[in-house]
């Protein structure tokens, strides 16, 4: 088979099954994504970091290894891209483009990339990112700002906003991110691509960091349900360094879900789960979505939870969690520390312990509402994002309409809001606004339900188009 656009088209699904027949070979899909990301890259810069020798000798090693059938989680020498806030091995690692680290090196990978190469995956290079996950707008110092594939001035969001770029574009079939407010989800949204926020310890994560903090997450970015439950087996385990992983589940099990659309029985919808307002060309292309739903016999009701104190819990929880891991950093580079960092520790420093207190009892009191809630509903759905891509250079959103966002990631609440809750949430595309921007829908499953969701999603998907399906050649707008 060519190293031509057909490979490129292809889904993560559809190449596997390819590979793991030997149709296609791993060193066939490498060059075909180098191509393609020679010829993306000047126009979205995702993916600054790239370790294409290290790719060709990953991929030799797959095509030298016995064939594994009956391997479920078996990706057989897909190409895949990292995060820039995750280690591989031997490859530049700048935690998310930071100048302090620009020349650093990885002497080891992350368990979830460990599981990934592991499982027959093969890494291409690392993807753009804010710095430290910091924004919800992936620019930094070093690299620079990633570009939205459907309007080169925009943004993709973030922080893994160089990942959707480059499942979004082709130069990858799938993408490793990480999510602790928004940070796969609102990407996937904004490049009409798949991301999933799983549940906590569903994936393990670095030894470095908040061993014990619920709120980071690492998780999928793909073009479809079932590539997402595709990368999920692939990457999900029980890792005895990270205090929190969960057991594995059984060999392609998620992908199984994903492949299996169930249609849900009661849903419960929200335009803004009470803690943000949302432009008014978002909210059409979202009520479109819910009424097709509808229509194809989803029980949809106009209920949710009450979760409107989620954005004050989450700036008291985040910001004690990031005076912890980022005092340090700041006593040792000072102004060379970027200025959201500052303000976070700063606004946390300034916070009485009791305030602290009162919000994890009000964290507490919001899942068990939303628990209460999941009880008799299969799940809660809501916008991904409250507004569609603004300019690139962009490092937050001071106003939306007439309201003033008091923070610098308020304009992201309705995401960081369900982080709060430790459930599994999914982000799938809904549609296109009229000027062409992507709007994307997410769908929150109960703890530790990925399979359940997968299953959910997959339907809405099959309801509403895949939208993400094909890879976008950039609309390149100056």
Not at 201 to 222: C, D, E, K, Q
Not at 369 to 395: Q, S
Request: charge should be negative; include cysteine.
């Amino acid at each position: 088979m060519p190293n031509d656009r057909s490979l490129i088209d292809l889904t993560a699904t559809e190449a596997v099954a390819l590979l793991r027949r030997r149709a296609v070979s791993p060193s066939e899909l490498v060059e075909a994504a180098s191509a393609r990301i020679a010829e993306i890259e000047p126009a979205v810069n995702a993916l600054p970091i790239l370790c294409l020798d290290r790719a060709r000798d990953q991929a030799r090693a797959v095509e030298a290894g016995g064939a594994r059938p009956y391997d479920a989680n078996w990706l057989a020498g897909l190409p895949v891209t990292i995060k820039d806030l995750d280690e591989v091995a031997g490859v530049r690692h700048t935690f998310g483009g930071s100048v302090l680290f620009e020349d650093n090196v990885s002497q080891r990978s992350s368990p979830s990339v460990e599981l990934l190469e592991g499982n027959g995956a093969i890494t291409l290079g690392k993807s753009n990112s804010p710095e430290f996950g910091f924004n919800a707008s992936t620019i930094n110092a070093l690299f620079g700002p990633t570009r939205n594939p459907f309007d080169t001035r925009l943004t993709v969001g973030g922080s893994s906003g160089g990942a959707a770029a480059t499942v979004a574009t082709g130069e990858a079939w799938m993408a490793l991110g990480s999510d602790l407010g928004s940070s796969i989800r609102l990407p996937a949204a904004f490049c009409s691509v798949v991301g999933l926020r799983p549940s906590p310890g569903r994936v393990p994560r670095a030894r470095r960091g908040m061993s014990f903090n619920m709120l980071p997450v690492v998780g999928p970015i793909t073009r479809t349900v079932a590539d997402c439950g595709l990368m999920l087996d692939a990457m999900a385990g029980e890792v005895w360094t990270d205090p929190l992983s969960l057991p594995s589940a059984p060999p392609g099990s998620f992908a199984t879900a994903a492949a299996t659309p169930r249609r849900p029985g009661r849903v419960g919808f929200s335009m803004d789960l009470g803690v943000t307002p949302v432009a008014p060309d978002v909210a059409a292309v979202v009520e479109a979505a819910i009424a097709r739903l509808a229509d194809a016999g989803a029980r949809i009701e106009d209920e949710a939870p009450d979760l409107s104190q989620g954005r004050d819990v989450f700036h008291a929880i985040r910001g004690v969690n990031h005076l912890a891991a980022f005092a340090p950093l700041i006593a040792q580079h000072g102004d060379r520390v970027i200025p959201e960092i500052h303000s976070s520790t700063e606004r946390a420093t300034g916070l009485p312990i009791a305030d602290f207190a009162r919000a994890e009892n009000a964290r507490v009191a919001m899942f068990q509402r939303l628990m209460d809630f999941l009880a008799d509903h299969d799940a809660l759905i809501c916008p991904t994002a409250v507004m569609t891509p603004f300019p690139a250079e962009w490092r937050r959103v001071e106003r939306l309409g007439d309201h003033q966002f008091e923070s610098y990631i308020d304009w992201i609440a309705i995401t960081f809001t369900l982080s709060l809750t430790g459930c599994p949430v999914i982000s799938i595309p809904c549609g296109f606004t009229a000027d062409g921007m992507p709007v994307g829908l997410q769908i929150l499953g109960r703890p530790r339900g990925e399979e359940a969701l997968l299953r959910i999603a997959a339907w809405c998907e099959e309801v509403l188009g895949a939208f993400g399906r094909k890879p976008v050649d950039p609309a390149i707008r100056h």
